[in-house]
């Protein structure tokens, strides 16, 4: 995504009422490079941040105070019939652990982060670099996913996150 052109669609969206203009907010982010589809809905203090790719299906609501950040190389690929809680976190870019380096975070790294289908991503979970989570997924509210989640109707809790229940 262009970087200077999410700076805009950020000024332009802060004075937009929080629930309203869900087409207007689709075809600025359009503009700044994403891929999204029909009937999505971006509540206004969601922040999008990154020069990575980002891509997001159809039916889909994107909570208040979340933050969808793809940078590099990196893809966030959100599919369809989603649903995206409030302050959740998206994120491709961390850095390797360097114990004998200056800083111990040492180099940075980005790695992309798919959504599956259905999937329902609790209030201020976290989903770090290189997840991938398998079709309706439930991520508990509070649980940071720190690894992908192989099953598919799966409810993930915890820090880190660990399956719990499976729906089938």
Not at 68 to 74: E, H, Y
Request: proline residues 4%.
């Amino acid at each position: 995504m262009n970087s200077f052109r999410l700076y805009l669609y950020s000024q332009i969206v802060r004075w937009l009422p929080e629930t309203r203009f869900f087409g207007l907010k689709v075809k600025l982010l359009r503009w700044c490079g994403a891929t999204i589809g029909e009937n999505v809905r971006i509540n206004s203090s969601a922040q999008f941040s990154g020069d990575g790719n980002l891509e997001i299906g159809d039916d889909v609501w994107v909570g208040p105070r979340c933050l969808i950040s793809p940078v590099g190389k990196a893809t966030i690929q959100i599919g369809s019939h989603i649903d995206i809680a409030p302050q959740v976190m998206i994120l491709t870019g961390s850095h390797k652990i360097e114990p004998m380096g200056n800083h111990i975070g040492g180099e940075g790294y980005s790695a992309s982060v798919v959504v599956g289908d259905g999937c329902w991503l609790g209030a201020r979970s976290v989903l770090l670099p290189g997840v991938t989570l398998k079709q309706k997924t439930i991520v508990a509210a509070g649980a940071v996913v720190t690894k992908s989640v192989d099953e598919e109707m799966a409810l993930v809790a915890g820090v880190p996150a660990k399956v719990v229940k499976q729906y089938r």
